[in-house]
């Protein structure tokens, strides 16, 4: 039988019309360094070749802004081909405005391989993403980070209103302590039940946040509020 498999590239690629190649597309993509870094770190780390092309050269655009399109070859014909960078991506929080599968021969003929962030040239020659190296960018997502994430105790008071059947007030006010300590404390440790979330009645309480306050754990606390414990 004869191979369907064809080399593509000096570094010895195989390409293969059953094979899958799913292709990321970015719009403004010199503002998506870190989304395109994400992409090309994992599918390199699960050893898939990679390549890329804009949308210009594909096709005319007229007055449409062009797009760069990141393709991902998987040498398999499995339906999940892929699935494994697509899922480590989003794990990641990594984002991207169209996702398409690719034809073999696109991927062929458009297709320039990619070994780091640099080898990304505009359609001109320049380099898209100017002095970058893989290793360079920071961590592959579209949102800030913060740079050292830190445990923190957030001291908090609520106020709310909470309807209670008693003969006076010391006793409505005696009955709602218990019932909210006691709700509490249950949903705690094993959660509530229907019924018991009923008796509560969260549902048709109004609670409004009064005072918050964040200390950096394991700091002891310094004059934390003066709060009613339930």
């Given at each position: 039988?004869?191979?369907?498999?064809?080399p593509?590239?000096?570094?010895g690629?195989?390409?293969?019309?059953?094979?899958?190649?799913?292709?990321?597309?970015?719009?403004?993509?010199?503002?998506?360094?870190?989304?395109?870094?994400?992409?090309?770190?994992?599918?390199?780390?699960?050893?898939y070749?990679?390549?890329?092309?804009?949308?210009?050269?594909?096709?005319?655009?007229?007055?449409?802004?062009?797009?760069?399109?990141?393709?991902?070859?998987?040498?398999?014909?499995?339906?999940?081909?892929?699935?494994?960078?697509?899922?480590?991506?989003?794990?990641?929080?990594?984002?991207?405005?169209?996702?398409?599968?690719?034809?073999?021969?696109?991927?062929?003929?458009?297709?320039?391989p990619?070994?780091?962030?640099?080898?990304?040239?505009?359609?001109?020659?320049?380099?898209?993403?100017?002095?970058?190296?893989?290793?360079?960018?920071?961590?592959?997502?579209?949102?800030?980070?913060?740079?050292n994430?830190?445990?923190?105790l957030?001291?908090?008071?609520?106020?709310?209103?909470?309807?209670?059947?008693?003969?006076?007030?010391?006793?409505?006010?005696?009955?709602?302590?218990?019932?909210?300590?006691?709700?509490?404390?249950?949903?705690?440790?094993?959660?509530?039940?229907?019924?018991e979330?009923s008796?509560?009645?969260?549902?048709?309480?109004?609670?409004?946040?009064?005072?918050?306050?964040?200390?950096?754990?394991?700091?002891?606390p310094?004059?934390?509020?003066?709060?009613?414990?339930?």
């Amino acid at each position: 039988m004869a191979s369907h498999e064809l080399p593509s590239s000096g570094r010895g690629e195989q390409l293969n019309p059953n094979h899958s190649y799913t292709a990321y597309i970015w719009d403004l993509a010199e503002t998506r360094q870190n989304a395109v870094a994400a992409l090309l770190e994992q599918a390199q780390g699960f050893g898939y070749p990679v390549r890329y092309w804009w949308l210009s050269e594909a096709m005319e655009l007229r007055d449409a802004p062009d797009r760069l399109i990141v393709c991902v070859h998987y040498p398999s014909a499995s339906e999940d081909a892929g699935m494994d960078v697509y899922d480590a991506l989003t794990e990641r929080g990594v984002r991207w405005d169209d996702l398409e599968g690719a034809a073999m021969e696109e991927y062929r003929q458009l297709g320039k391989p990619i070994s780091a962030l640099a080898d990304i040239c505009n359609t001109d020659g320049t380099v898209l993403f100017p002095l970058s190296t893989l290793e360079d960018t920071l961590p592959a997502v579209d949102e800030p980070l913060e740079a050292n994430p830190k445990d923190f105790l957030v001291y908090y008071s609520l106020s709310g209103l909470l309807l209670v059947h008693a003969d006076d007030e010391a006793g409505a006010s005696q009955k709602g302590n218990t019932a909210l300590q006691a709700a509490v404390k249950k949903m705690g440790e094993t959660g509530l039940t229907a019924e018991e979330a009923s008796q509560v009645a969260l549902n048709s309480t109004e609670v409004v946040i009064d005072t918050v306050e964040a200390l950096e754990w394991p700091q002891e606390p310094t004059n934390p509020p003066d709060n009613e414990t339930l």
